[in-house]
């Protein structure tokens, strides 16, 4: 199984709901699969059996999650498989869904289960055949790239009011926000939010130079604890975060300052928690996903280095996953962000030229997070790695993320 969530964004750059994608094959070791054998199995809808082998609160928090359904999988029997809220699930339908009587019969019946419809890669010309289809969905999802979607926004407002539109493939900042100002859409998908920064850099604030300093002394060696505390008292944010942690150890006794939380954690334990407290402090003014993008990449990262034969460098993959976005989270272009922080030349070989011992798995990661299922199989074969392995490792990150913060975690 492989399985990742692409984020959709409303026009306030908040993640509205999540995209799952999911593949229960790796085709390139089972080519029958890409022939007739592909129908092997096809009643079953991979996306269903993540969200109920983790939760749907775990996968994507309070977010709706839309799974894909195809004309074959329509069919199956979703009661079954979800037991979350019906009204969670969006039921992505695709081309191969036509619009015909029997098709139809059935996406009455699951509208009168509960469950939200999605539409996708419907061609112009046979928008008007799909006019009874129309009327069953919550959501219709458009190629701007590939459509004329003010024309297309028209026709859906006119017809089909109820629906909410939604536009992928926004891959920059000037579609994004052309699309945001020709106004209509209700979500947005694409790489637009995560663009690394190439000219110009932003100021960099005293708050975020605070959390540098920080980042800097518990990642250089020996470092001492005090020192830490220090730092950390200048900031309440911080403060709070880790008298939360702390409280939690500290059944029979009371936290009498910032030194004594900073001695309980002891150096170990307080630099894995600076490193990820300090990071969500610092993505606090971007879009929401990226926080999620780094704290994930970073365990995912840990959690791949077996796999990759580099378990001795789990520590260093953890730190790269976590400031894979540091341009992002800094705005400044990826060089001159890692020149702030104290990290090994592994790390910001990796970073800045896609190079070194650590790159490939960066590169997996990235192939793993934009569903490139064909390019994640070549990898995985090349490098004799099993993707059940993948997947846990993958499904072990969202819960780590989940707990990550939580005050009730165990």
Same mark, same amino acid.
């Given at each position: ?58 996968? %994507? ?56 419809? /999605?539409? $996708? ?10 006019? @009874? ?10 190629? +701007? ?18 629906? $909410?539109? %939604? ?6 900042? @000037? ?18 939010? *995560? ?64 030194? +004594?939380?900073?001695?309980? =954690?002891?150096? *170990? ?13 610092? %993505?606090?003014? $971007?879009?929401? @996903? ?6 994930? *990449? ?15 460098? /789990? ?6 996953? =976590? ?14 962000? =890692? ?14 030229? +896609? ?13 793993? @997070?934009? /569903? ?29 993320? *989940? ?8």
């Amino acid at each position: 199984m492989l399985a990742t969530l692409i984020p959709l964004f409303d026009e306030n750059m908040a993640v509205s709901a999540y995209s799952l994608f999911a593949q229960k094959k790796n085709y390139l070791l089972n080519p029958n699969f890409s022939g007739t054998g592909i129908f092997d199995g096809a009643g079953s809808i991979p996306g269903l059996d993540v969200i109920e082998s983790m939760g749907i609160n775990t996968l %994507c928090g309070d977010r709706d999650v839309f799974v894909a359904v195809d004309n074959i999988s329509v069919f199956a029997d979703i009661n079954a498989m979800y037991t979350a809220p019906h009204e969670r699930l969006v039921l992505l339908a695709d081309q191969t869904i036509v619009p015909d009587a029997m098709y139809i019969s059935r996406l009455k019946t699951l509208k009168r289960l509960g469950y939200k419809m /999605a539409i $996708r890669n419907i061609d112009e010309d046979k928008v008007e055949e799909y006019f @009874e289809v129309f009327k069953l969905m919550d959501y219709v999802l458009i190629n +701007h790239k590939t459509c004329n979607v003010a024309e297309t926004k028209k026709y859906f407002n006119k017809m089909h009011p109820h629906i $909410r539109i %939604c536009v992928v493939n926004v891959d920059s900042q @000037e579609e994004f926000e052309a699309l945001k100002a020709d106004g209509g859409y209700a979500l947005y998908e694409g790489e637009f939010y *995560r663009l690394p920064v190439t000219m110009g850099e932003e100021e960099v604030t005293p708050l975020k130079m605070n959390y540098i300093d920080l980042l800097n002394m518990v990642n250089d060696g020996d470092y001492d604890l005090n020192e830490a505390a220090k730092v950390i008292s200048r900031d309440t944010a911080l403060v709070i975060s880790l008298l939360k942690i702390v409280n939690k150890m500290a059944v029979n006794s009371r936290v009498t300052s910032i030194d +004594h939380a900073a001695a309980m =954690l002891g150096q *170990r334990e307080l630099k894995k928690w600076i490193n990820t407290a300090v990071t969500n402090e610092l %993505c606090a003014d $971007r879009p929401n @996903e990226i926080t999620r993008i780094s704290l994930l *990449r970073a365990k995912f990262a840990e959690n791949l280095a077996p796999l990759f034969d580099m378990k001795q460098a /789990a520590p260093e993959l953890f730190l790269m996953g =976590l400031f894979s976005v540091i341009d992002l989270i800094l705005g400044k272009p990826m060089d001159k962000a =890692l020149e702030m922080l104290q990290l090994s030349d592994n790390i910001k070989e990796a970073l800045i030229e +896609h190079k070194g011992e650590l790159a490939p798995v960066l590169d997996f990661i990235i192939q793993y @997070e934009r /569903a490139s299922w064909q390019e994640v199989s070549r990898q995985m074969l090349l490098k004799k790695i099993d993707m059940n392995k993948v997947y846990e490792a993958y499904i072990e990150s969202l819960k780590w993320y *989940r707990d990550l913060f939580r005050t009730d975690a165990a």
